[in-house]
Nanobody, 113 residues
Framework: QVQLVESGGGLVQAGGSLRLSCAASGSIFSVNAMGWYRQAPGKQRELVAAITTVGRTDYAESVKGRFTISRDNAKNTVYLQMNSLKPEDTAVYYC???????WGQGTQVTVSS
């Protein structure tokens, strides 16, 4: 049984930082790229960042230079460090094992202006 559990969301002022974590159970973590997605009210879910099993990363243009994705394979955990947050970053953030049906429950990030 694969489970992905996100944590670390919250309310922060513009310019602030948050660090999201996604802990994975099951064997999928070691063989899968992992991604962070977000969905704002009234908008489609979008890819924010992804990381392969060997650490290659990719980012949405809107977060390049501000967000950093990383993974700790020993802890089966993927992180998203978010700096210089903007109100438009407000969304529910989801963790996903890329290409699979396995998603976390989401964590709310709210950035106030």
């Amino acid at each position: 049984q694969v489970q992905l559990v996100e944590s670390g969301g919250g309310l922060v002022q513009a310019g602030g930082s948050l660090r999201l974590s996604c802990a994975a159970s099951g064997s999928i973590f070691s063989v899968n790229a992992m991604g962070w997605y977000r969905q704002a009210p009234g908008k489609q879910r979008e890819l924010v960042a992804a990381i392969t099993t060997v650490g290659r990363t990719d980012y949405a243009e809107s977060v390049k230079g501000r967000f950093t994705i990383s993974r700790d394979n020993a802890k089966n955990t993927v992180y998203l460090q978010m700096n210089s947050l903007k109100p438009e970053d407000t969304a529910v953030y989801y963790c996903n094992a890329v290409g699979t049906r396995f998603w976390g429950q989401g964590t709310q990030v709210t950035v106030s202006s």
